[in-house]
Structures are given as C-alpha cells and as structure tokens.
C-alpha cells in the first residue's frame, strides 16, 4: 500500500463483529458499529470523529471545533459522499446544490439577475466559506468579510486617499455577495441605498426621465431626482464610490469621490 | 475546500484499494473487483448551438461563455491514472475547453507524501446590457467623446471583463507530524466595465470660473472603466500535528498591480442640454462652459497598486478529549505607494500617498464537553488596526482657497466574544444558550478629514446580544427547531463632521476644523468649535452602520422522513431591524420574512422526484432627510422541480424545472406639500419584476461498456421589466445622446451533443 494511513472498512465504521459475522444469521445483517445514513443512530460527533480522527492534521479544518457547522450538529457525511467515486461537493460545478440542502434563501438568491457566477459553476461556495470553520463572520474563508472579497476584487483594496469608510468595514454594508435584481449586487438601488446614510443635494423624490407631468428645462439642475435615480444612480457623479487615489488638491477636489 | 477539488476519484478507489489490501489480493484477480478500483478516464467531445439573437441570450450568456457565438465546441477530458507501483496518481482534467469558460488542470500526487498541482481557468463576464454610444475608445483610458445627433444613432458597445487565472500549489510530508504547502495564483483581469462621470454646476466644491456663476449647466457621460490589472497571491505554511496539538504557521502576500493609474475623456464641441438639444444653439441656452467641459476632462483615477504581507500562526490543542482550543494570531502589514505623477496638484511634498496599515489579529476559542449532556462553547476574537498613513491636504476649496481638509484614517480597534452552551434535556430536547458582545473603537477621527454627506459620526459601536434554540427529535423520521436571537447596538456620543457647516444654528460659522462633540444638554450655542447640538436635528441623518440598532430574530425549522420514500423539509424565519438616532431620517427600520418547503420522493430504485418552493419577503424603511419616504419591498417566489431516472439499463434520463418571480416595490411619499403633488401626478415608482423560467432536460444512453452519447437542452425565459436604464420607451440619455439598453424579454434554448469514450 502506497500510503500506509489510508483507512480500512473498520476504521471507519468500527469493529462492526455483529455485522461481520451475523451470528443470529440475520436475513439483514445487523448495522455497523457505526454508520453514516440518514437514519443512523450513532450520534454525530461520533460520526465524525471517524474522520476527525484522521484530516484533524489538516490545517484548512483547525477550527472545526466551535464552528457554526459543528455547533449545529452537522456531520461530515451530510456534506460528503464516500462511497462514491465523485464527491459531489468537491466538485464546485455540483457543490451548491449540497450546501442548499440548508442554505435556501442563497439558492433563491443565486437565481437574481444579479449575482455571482455560482449557478454557471464558476464560483463555488467553498471560494468564499470554509465551511470547516473560519475566525471571520458566517465562516468566511480569509479573516474577515472584505479580505475575503478582495481575494478577487483587490482593487476596492486601497488604501485610497479618499477613502469610502464602510468599504473598509464591511462590503456587506452595500452589497449582497448572493444575488440581488438592484445591478453590482448592490442591496438597494441607488439613491434608496446612499439615502441610508447620506443626505444629499435637496429634497427631491426619486423620479424617472418620461415619467414627469411638467419636463425638464434648460436651467433644470442636475442634482435631480432622475439623475440620481436613474442610470449608476448616485454614482453618475460620485463614481468613486469605492474610493478615490486622486491626490489633485484643486478644484473641484475629489473628495465627493467624483474623479 | 479548493484541496478537495485537487482530489477526483479519491474515495471509492482508495477505500477498495483499502479493501484489497486489508483481505489479501486473492480478489485482485476478480474482473469486477479490478473494475471498480481501476481510475476512470474519459474524454467527451461534440457539439452545441443556440437559439436566437445575440441580445435575447445576454442573461443566459453572462457568465457561461455561450453569448457571442451561435455554435460552440463541447471538449472535456478527465485522465486518471495511478502508477500501482508507486502509489502516484497523475490526473489530467480540462473542462470547457470549447468555451471561453475553459479550465485545465494537471496534478500528481502520491497520498501522504507529495502532492503538485497547476491550474489555468477563464472567467468571462459580458454584460449584459448594450451602450449605444459614438465614443471613440470605450473601454481605454482616453475615450474622445462626440455628441450623437440623436439617441441611438450610435454604434453599439458590449462590455467584457475577463479573467485568467494560473495557479501552481504544492503539498510536501516532511515527517508524519510535518507538512509543507504552498500555492501561487496570478489572475490577470482584461476588458472594461460601466463606469463614467458627471457634474453639475453651481456647485460649492466648483467655484468660479469652474463653474460661472448663476450659470446652471451639467453633463453625465458614459465612460467604461479600462481593466487592465493583476492579481498575485501567494501563501506557504508549514503545518504542524501531533496527537493533541495542530500548529499552522506561514505567510501571505497579495499583490495587486494596475496597467492603467488614471483615465481622462476628451469631449469634441457641445453635450446636450437637459432638453436633450444641444447645448449653444439658439434657445437652447449657452454654450458647454469651458469650466465644466474642463472638470469633465479631469484625469479619473484608477485603482491604485497596493501589497499586504501577512505573517500567521494558528492550530488547535486537545487538553482532553472532550476540551479543545483553537487560536490564531495574524500581523498584517499592507501598503500604497502608487506614484502621483500622472495626476497634478498633489499636496506639497507627497509624491504618493504612503499608506501603511498594520494589522494584529488575535482569537482564542474554547470548547468543552464536561458532561456528556452538556457542550460550551466560549471564543473570542480582537483585531487592531493601526493605520500609518501620513496625514496630508488633499482638498483645497475655494477660489481663492478658504477651507482646506485632508485626508482620514480608519484605525479601528474591533472585539467580539461568544459564549454558548448546549444542554441535552430529557425527551429528545437539546437547548441552546449563546450570548454575543461585540465592541467597536473607529479610534479618533482625524480632526482636518472632510466627511461628505453625514450629520454625525460615532467613535464607539456596542453590541450586545444572546439566542435561545431549542431542538428536538420529535422521533426517528422527524426533528424541529425553533430559535430566536436578539441584540441591541448602541454607542458613544455623536461628532459634527467638520464639513457639516453651523449655518441655522444663531448663524455660527465652523469657528474650527474637525469632528466636534455635539452635546444635546446644551442649550446655548457658543461656537462649533466645542459642541453642535444642531445635530439633533430632526432632519439631519447618521450612517446606519453606526445608529442604535434593536435586531430580532426567529427561526424555525422541520425535517421528516414521512416514509422511506418521502422527506420533506420546512423552514420559516423572521427578522426585524429597528434603528434609532438622533434623527429621524435615513434607515429606519427593515424587515425580512423566508419561508419555504422542499420535498424529495424516491419512486422506485430508479427514479427520483424533487421539489422545492421558497419565499423572501423583505422591506426597508429609509427616509431622504428633506424629500421622501421610502418603504422599498422585495418579494421573491422560487420553484423547483426535478427529476432524474434510468428507463432502460443503458438510458439515465433526467430534468430540471426551475423558476423564479422577484417583484421590488418602490413606495414614496413627499415628505412636502410639493413632493406628494408631483408623486400624485407621477404615480411614483413603477415595480421593477423580474421572471426567469429555466428548463434544463439530458440524456445519456451507454453505446457499450466504454462509450455513450449525451444530449443536453435548456430552454431558458427571462423577462427583466426595469426602469434603470429607460421607461415607458423614454431611454436614459447621456449628455452626449449615449444610451445603455437591454432586451427585457429573452429566450433562448440550448441544444448540446457529446460523445463520451473511455479512456485506457
């Protein structure tokens, strides 16, 4: 044997005598000492401290203890398949469907016109979880929410001079990474989004260009309610939304995160 | 999770192999067993097309490489091989390789002492709406812009942003309590995305001659950002086991390098006018200002370059087999020199902006099962982040110059801790106990840092909250839980950003710079420079991030075996958000419900049925401090429905149904006499729905032992009725005619062919 750790029959499912040699000659035999189906009674951490037991040396699972998954009884076998010669959730085309076994609102979420290519099995869960356990919040991979997303989208990185300060907290502040109809994964559209913390530019309700009783004129402000409304919404002008590294200290200078 | 994606064919070959071993190689000679334990290897290759226009596929085609063309190359190859002799498994995998979503993969590995792997993948998004533009360069970083003599005349421009990703990692046993891993991953990212800029005149931060006085004039344009950028991260760590202590200690780096530092439009002659005509005509009011057309040519700056270096230690200790810590300790050190020389009128002496933030992670978790009954749980987590950055006066306003500002700095001290407890009760109960606190410190706000748009800000954050669960296992075929969690998020005093100006409270002037305590005690204003108790203001707003946050949370959910043939599940939650600040505008309050079914029936030991249906229900509250307020509803029904089956010996058949009704309500009222006129004749916001019907149906029948034939539909209906981009048949227009469209009713169908053979 190549690897001499590789486990056999009993190591994982116990000595299993009864089972071995149904001494009661059994048309079924009776089950293993441990076992690993839907219905099977061998509690949970024993479940998986059969593969604990081995893959604790591994270091993507050293927070296993404590984790969400853990906490909330979930066995290693209601994600993996071992007896099988493909692992359906370690292939990242047929991964989500094993975490929307629980995950539900993100499959409804995953379908909205706005959303990471997960469906299309470009993204997978795991590119973002570490389902086996992680120090960040709802077990991102890296150690916290935006050192996971800048994992692919470094550029909203900075340090900017200008910086947007809830890009640095938390990219959930804006953004729904699951799906969202509103475009960029962006919670609420603009200007409903920005309206919850800012308070900009007069006191217009949100309108649509063709949609006014009285038009536009040629003095009418571009601090309207349809420009930012429509199109990038309040970005249209404020379109450093993440942050800007314009030094310029003239007029107008970037700090509205215009240019 | 990506090591286990590095491992195809793993399980069932080994676990016979195990077998083999374990029960003597008399059965080695069993053609069936050898069979089953030889790898599998096959290369699939045919033929796909679609239906339809390019623009009634760009939903479908978004991310899955089958929009531009009608017909496409279906190549996949999956080589598995184990050398019996010495244990090496060598696999060859390549996916797509037709699509422009190609991946390929080559590794070996010999289980327990090396492992190497190297990985190309090729992502694509295109996007799905159209810029009809007469922009010359979209998509460079010196796009010439020209006013279109009319809306849609132009040539249509379809954004793409791709990526390449190479990715080499290696896995080396240096003793069995001592393993070596590293991974290197270069993605270069190519193409263009939305992206533009705007201004408007009169405008403070524009004072003339910029802007020339009591002249209103503005212009939008439509300019895609140029992509053009890398990506390298690289992580090694040396790990560490024993029986009772797992040590992880490494490094990574992540690299971020950008091709492309600013971009800067030129405009060619006039923009329109807010009319849509062209502006300097007769009538048609003066001519694009040289100040504007100016600032609208100012350089845009793009993402800069920037490093972080990140040193780690982590693992896990066993001081019992029921009691067990995890720990990580993690220094950051992250930088941002990129070099100003592109941009002008960067502040005496800075060349660049210096930044420099180190970071201090720390986290301790414990767990323990005194008692079999009875789990706890306790962890803690505090991260410091100092930022270094030199503080500078980037923003000089005025004409002459009158208030300078400079830039900020985010150093925010974060602490979170949880305790929880888990008691088995009798009759199949188990309860569960948790408290949470988390505190955060923004630190001092710099007192010169300009901040737009905001009444008050917060240096401190509280939180503190518990959840209560309690399970059950009501029988063998059935278990529920129900839980409900709530915490309440408070903080320290409000500041008065220094931007925020002291006019309507006695006519003070900001009589100095920086965050300023407002302290609603006073009664009396003696200056700014002390206190603002005008934040208090009814109208006036402050981020939700920061405000008195009181969450709720319920949470219910049942798994039932109905028969051997029949599970089903059920799931429904609740939540409510209410916040609270001086003000009363902004984010007020939101709402979420989800609820949903999901049920599976095995027919016979060849076909199976699924079905699903959910429901996300979801309002928020925000109110604009002087112009509406808003209850903004989402409503979402999800289905599914899916089938899967083996007819005949050679034939598996099977099919999916899926479909999904999303509707965003937008409901405003005024907030002033005059705004719920104007929304009585508008009739405020239409709905945005969104629909999208997805059939996906396969077959394969086997030729013979080692070839089958596969056949693929999907038939796919979307309709996107969106006001974003246009209504009613009016198109949003750039100033320069520019619009940006989509189909909103698509349907497209995709027909695939393969021949599948087996390797030797």
Known sequence: MADGRTPSCTNCHGDSDLHTNNPAKLKERPATDRSFGKNSKTPVEARNESCISCHKKDAKRSHWEGSAHQRADVACTSCHQLHTAKDKVADKRTQPE?????HKEQRAQVMKPSHHPVMEGKVACSDCHNSHGSIGPKLVKRDSVVETCYTCHMEKRGPFVHSHEPVNEDCGNCHNPHGTVAESLLKARPPFLCHQCHTPHGGQVAQLRG??????????????????TQARGCMNCHTQVHGSNNPSATNPTPQFNLR | MKTLQTRPGFSLKIVVLA?????????????EIAALIRPDSSVSIGAAGVTGAENERSFFGQYNGLRRQ????????????????????TTFQGRNLGLDTREIRFGQQKQGDWKYSFEYDEMIRRDPRTINTSLVGAGSTAPVVSRLATAGSGSDVNLDLKRKNTTIALEKWLSPS?????????????????????????SGSAPSPLCTTGVTQWALLMLPEPINSSTQQFDAKLNYASDKLMLSGGYYGSFYSNQYQSMAASI??????????????????????????GMLQNPIALPPDSQAHQFYLTGNYAFTPTTKANFKYAYTHAAQTDNFSVFGGAPGGRSDLGAKVDTSLYQLGLTSRPISKLSLLANVRYEDRNDKTPIAYYNVEGNPATTAFTNGNYSPKRLNGKLEGTYQLPDGYRATLGFNYESL??????????????????????????????RRSMSETLTGAIGYSSSHRSGSAWLKPLSLSCTGLGGLSDAGRGVIVGDPSLTSITGCATFNNGIYGVNNIFPSSMTDRQRDKIKMSADWAATDQLSLQFMAEWGQDNFSSPGTKGLRSSYMGFYGVDAAYALSENWRLTGYWSRGDQTMHVDHSTGYLAALRNLSDSYGFGVIGKPMTRLQVGGDLLLIEDRDEYKQSGGSTANNNLLANLGG??????????LKLFGRYDLDKTSAVRMDLIHQQTKLNEWTWGYNGTPFVYSDNSTVTFRPSQSVTYLGATYIVALP
């Open chain 2, 685 to 694: 916001l239409p709905d945005v729905t969104f629909r999208q019907f997805t």
């Open chain 2, 19 to 31: 077998l083999l071993a374990a029960f003597g190689s008399a059965h080695a000679a069993d053609d």
């Open chain 2, 70 to 89: 009608d017909a496409y190359l279906l190549l996949d190859l999956d080589v598995i091989k184990r050398d019996d002799a010495t244990g090496t498994w």
């Open chain 2, 441 to 470: 410190d923004r630190g001092t706000f710099v007192s010169t840092n300009s901040v737009a748009g905001l009444s008050g800000l917060r240096q401190k954050s509280e939180e503190t909250g518990y959840r209560m669960e309690l």
């Open chain 2, 268 to 293: 060619n002659g006039e923009l329109s006018n807010p009319l849509g005509n062209q502006m300097g005509l007769p009538g048609n009011g003066p001519a694009l200002g040289a100040g504007l057309r």
């Open chain 1, 98 to 102: 094993v975490c929307f076994t629980c």
């Open chain 2, 178 to 202: 001592l393993q070596f891993e590293a991974s290197f991953r270069n993605e270069d990212k190519n193409g263009a995305r939305m992206f533009g800029n705007g201004m408007a005149c009169t």
């Open chain 1, 211 to 228: 949609q006014l009783p009285t038009q536009p004129t040629i003095n009418s402000s571009g601090k309207s309610g349809i420009n930012y």
